[in-house]
């Protein structure tokens, strides 16, 4: 049974930093593109990072330059350190993971998480 459960959300201030994790099992974790989603109340799911089985990495110019996705695929496990937090990033923020060679779009993933709260107070 594929599960990946997110951690370390929270509530932080403006400038602040959180680290997420997102631990994967009952899936060849390394083989998979790992991403991360975010969603806010009233609005579309919205890709933030993604990272290949390559460690090649993308992300939306919304966050880029202030967040950084990592594996660890000795740990089963995808990170998102998240900088310079903004009110903006306030989300529930989702990984998610695909076998298949499309890494942009949330249709294209096949395994999600629960999400974790990130709220960012101003």
């Known amino acids: 049974q594929v599960q990946l459960v997110e951690s370390g959300g929270g509530l932080v201030q403006a400038g602040g930093s959180l680290r997420l994790s997102c631990a994967a099992s009952g899936l060849a974790f390394s083989t998979y593109t790992m991403a991360w989603f975010r969603q806010a109340p009233g609005r579309e799911r919205e890709f933030v990072s993604y990272i290949s089985r390559s460690a090649n990495t993308y992300y939306a110019d919304s966050v880029k330059g202030r967040f950084t996705i990592s594996r660890d695929n000795t740990k089963n496990t995808l990170y998102l350190q998240m900088n310079s937090l903004q009110p903006d990033d306030t989300a529930v923020y989702y990984c998610?993971?695909?076998?298949?060679?499309?890494?942009?779009?949330?249709?294209?993933?096949?395994?999600w998480g629960q999400g974790t709260q990130v709220t960012v107070a101003s």
């Open positions: 998610a993971a695909t076998a298949g060679s499309s890494r942009y779009f949330a249709r294209a993933y096949d395994y």
